[in-house]
């Protein structure tokens, strides 16, 4: 029996999209059992580290990287991961965990306002349309809040979804250069728990009196939430596309806001609700125009004629 890659890819990315879904959950239970923040972040990103490099082993791929490569992963890894993530779980402490992946989820509205600026990319009528309509939603949720929002969680979540955007314009030049996902999320890890262990110390040293459910809670987002989830993202991007992989990945915001209602009791309104759709479907239409403008200019090029090599 043959099994349609398209859905294995779709399976993959599901699978991806639960397991980041449920790491600001992992993290909750964590800072429960009394695990601070920078102490959870530099495990996450070591441990994680540790298992990458150990998959790069089994699977004997390369280690080698030159050093312009070095500088840019620890670029991605040591600064743009590394706040992104503090800024993500530090929201999580002021803000529930379904309104804080909700808030994250209006990255891909960063990504085209950057990718206008840097990569000259047309703002295009449809697109800002998108944007508007996340940010509407955006405003539904917020303005109907859970009984009283901490603006300082609210700016975290806004300071992760920015970093996120910059992260993933940037590593999208960069990721192209390297051997494969593995070699490249190994790296990005092992520089972000370098740079964690300097904000540990700067935030008064480790802090490892957290009892067992916190250790779980860390295995959880160090297996579920970042390693599986990466790599079965990078397998299906390898199987159904970046588009087709976005669109699905838009699940995440929901698993968390599922999750967060049977575990916390957080809930929506049905005010909520539509403006949690309208942000979810708004990110969904800018991904969706990206890629049409993609394949317009790709129609427009002409064909490149190959001779056979001797």
């Given at each position: 029996m043959v099994v349609n890659p398209l859905y294995v890819g779709v399976l993959y990315i599901i699978v991806s999209a639960v397991?980041?879904?449920?790491?600001?959950?992992?993290?909750?239970?964590?800072?429960?059992?009394?695990?601070?923040?920078?102490?959870?972040?530099?495990?996450?990103?070591?441990?994680?580290?540790?298992?990458f490099f150990a998959l790069i082993r089994i699977r004997r791929e390369s280690f080698r990287i030159d050093k312009k490569q070095?500088?840019?992963?620890?670029?991605?890894?040591g600064v743009l991961y590394t706040l992104q993530s503090l800024?993500?779980?530090?929201?999580?402490?002021?803000?529930?965990?379904?309104?804080?992946?909700?808030?994250?989820?209006?990255?891909?509205?960063?990504?085209?306002?950057?990718?206008?600026?840097?990569?000259?990319?047309?703002?295009?009528?449809?697109?800002?349309?998108?944007?508007?309509?996340?940010?509407?939603?955006?405003?539904?949720?917020?303005?109907?809040?859970?009984?009283?929002?901490?603006?300082?969680?609210?700016?975290?979540?806004?300071a992760a979804a920015l970093f996120y955007s910059v992260y993933i314009v940037v590593g999208n030049r960069v990721g192209k250069g390297l051997s494969s996902s593995y070699v490249t999320s190994g790296y990005i890890t092992l520089f972000a728990s370098g740079s964690m262990f300097v904000v540990v110390q700067l935030d008064g040293g480790f802090s490892f009196a957290f009892d067992t459910a916190g250790w779980w809670a860390l295995a959880g987002i160090v297996v579920f939430s970042t390693v599986l989830a990466i790599s079965c993202f990078f397998s299906g991007l390898k199987l159904i596309g970046s588009t087709k992989a976005s669109v699905i990945s838009m699940v995440e915001p929901v698993v968390t806001?599922?999750?967060?209602?049977?575990?916390?009791?957080?809930?929506?309104?049905g005010i909520q609700w539509i403006g949690a759709c309208a942000v979810i479907a708004g990110a969904v239409l800018i991904v969706m125009g990206k890629q049409e403008v993609a394949q317009g200019k790709a129609q427009d090029q002409p064909p490149v004629s190959h001779t056979p090599s001797s």
């Open positions: 397991g980041f879904g449920v790491m600001s959950i992992f993290a909750v239970y964590a800072y429960g059992a009394g695990a601070s923040v920078s102490t959870l972040v530099f495990l996450r990103f070591l441990f994680a580290a540790m298992l070095v500088m840019y992963l620890i670029l991605l890894g800024s993500f779980f530090s929201s999580v402490q002021y803000i529930p965990t379904s309104l804080a992946a909700l808030i994250l989820y209006t990255f891909p509205v960063f990504v085209a306002i950057l990718s206008y600026f840097v990569d000259k990319e047309v703002l295009r009528l449809k697109t800002v349309a998108a944007m508007l309509l996340s940010l509407l939603g955006l405003g539904l949720v917020l303005g109907l809040s859970f009984g009283g929002i901490q603006p300082l969680g609210v700016m975290l979540a806004f806001i599922l999750f967060s209602a049977m575990l916390f009791g957080e809930r929506l309104s």
